[in-house]
């Protein structure tokens, strides 16, 4: 015993004096560091299983603010290139009008995004094709950033841009019109570098049938049959399959047939506010049991009853959080802001370069790091590994 928590000591030790070097490489890092220091790790049959939380104190991050920058932030739902379509605003300005760009990333210490395609209902015949010309202009964020942000397709990817302190970028597509009636066009898309597709937006489609339909036209189907087949093929092609906006019906019959986790992009809970767009117990529960991940969207609407009106703030998120992390656990948690999507945000967290309020937050409730960490990106990148690779 004695032979093994002296090295532990020393690693320790090594760890704490190396704090402020960690970029989010993860064991990859730490390895680095303590082979660096002439020092062996003990031998596991799978060393990832010796997590860096478990090695050190959390009395390192006294400071949320430095815990958030050293975390790996993931938000998995924006839509800034509906803005730089519809206003004219640019990736690589610091735009005025827009709640995100490289530099509010920048600042707020976002290190993952994904860009989210939206199909306007005037271009819902033409989905598919105004889907890739948007993939083409998200691709221009990264020909025009000056080596500062990076597309990513695969977990790898993913570690290596941010392990280059770039900021990385994924594509999803919000609304299922795109794929039309070409089951394929899910591999197409998925060649495009779309790592999911949210089934629908507000508008039911070949696929199924929306939230907003069944609630307030009185729809009651689910998947359709080729919605079916679509499911299937997200699943053969490692495709993340989205279910925010999604009817209830629709929503269990994708955790009927979904062999991967599910994935709620940018999601709510209904029994803290009942909205047709928030996930009641049970479907938060079936994520849970899927594997998967809820984004906690950021829109006032979904946080509170009257949030239009009357507003909202991070407390309203942290309480989301909290029910997610009563009934389900911390593992299914994480941020889908749907900054940039039309929203009106918490009054404390108006852009993206006040993501550090919502860690001090999380802080200040009682949130040990390991769990904030999750809740950051972790519990997200888990999925994403798991299912895209």
């Known amino acids: 015993m004695i032979k093994f928590f002296v090295p532990l000591a020393v690693i320790g030790a090594v760890v704490y004096m190396n704090r402020g070097n960690f970029g989010g490489g ?3 890092e730490l390895h680095s560091v ?3 220091a002439g020092i062996s790790l003990p031998q596991y049959e799978n060393n990832s299983e010796l997590k860096l939380t478990e090695m050190t104190d959390s009395t390192v991050y006294e400071d949320p603010v430095k815990l958030h920058f050293d975390a790996l932030l993931v938000d998995t739902h924006n839509d800034l290139i509906w803005q730089v379509y519809n206003k004219g605003a640019d990736f690589n300005v610091r735009n005025s009008f827009t709640h995100s760009d490289i530099f509010k990333f920048r600042e707020g210490g976002l290190d993952i995004q994904v860009f989210a395609v939206w199909i306007p209902l005037n271009k819902a015949k033409s989905s598919f094709d105004f889907t890739m010309s948007q993939i083409e202009r998200l691709k221009k964020f990264q020909t025009e950033s000056n080596g500062e942000f990076e597309f990513a397709k695969s977990y790898d990817d993913i570690m290596r841009i941010t392990g280059n302190k770039k900021i990385c970028g994924l594509i999803g597509i919000e609304g299922g019109t795109a794929v039309e009636s070409d089951v394929e066009n899910v591999r197409r898309f998925f ?6 597709i949210g089934l629908t937006w507000n508008n039911s489609n070949l696929i199924a049938t929306s939230a907003k339909d069944a609630v307030t036209a009185g729809k009651s189907s689910g998947l359709t049959e080729y919605g079916k087949e679509v499911v299937k093929k997200m699943n053969e092609t490692g495709m993340l399959i989205d279910v925010s906006h ?3 019906a629709a929503f269990w019959d994708v955790m009927e047939i979904s062999s991967d986790p599910v994935i709620a992009s940018h999601s709510n809970c209904y029994s803290l506010n009942p909205h047709y767009r928030n996930l009641t117990d049970e479907q938060i529960k079936a994520i849970a049991e ?3 991940y809820i ?7 979904f946080l509170v009853k009257g949030g239009k009106k009357y507003g909202a703030s991070i407390d309203d998120i942290i309480r989301h959080i909290d029910h997610i992390k009563s009934i389900a656990g911390v593992d299914y ?3 889908g802001s749907d900054f940039d999507g039309g929203i009106s945000a918490p009054s404390d967290l108006q852009d993206a370069t006040q993501y550090p309020e919502l860690t001090k937050k999380l802080f200040e409730k009682g949130y040990n790091p390991e769990e904030i960490k999750k809740i950051l990106g972790l519990n997200f990148l888990r999925v994403f590994k798991q299912v895209c690779g």
């Open 26 to 28: 993860g064991m990859t």
């Open 34 to 36: 303590i082979n660096n």
């Open 191 to 196: 060649d495009e570098g779309v790592r999911y």
């Open 246 to 248: 999604l009817s209830e």
């Open 290 to 292: 899927s594997n998967g």
């Open 295 to 301: 984004g906690i969207n950021f829109y006032d609407e």
């Open 333 to 335: 948690i994480g941020i």
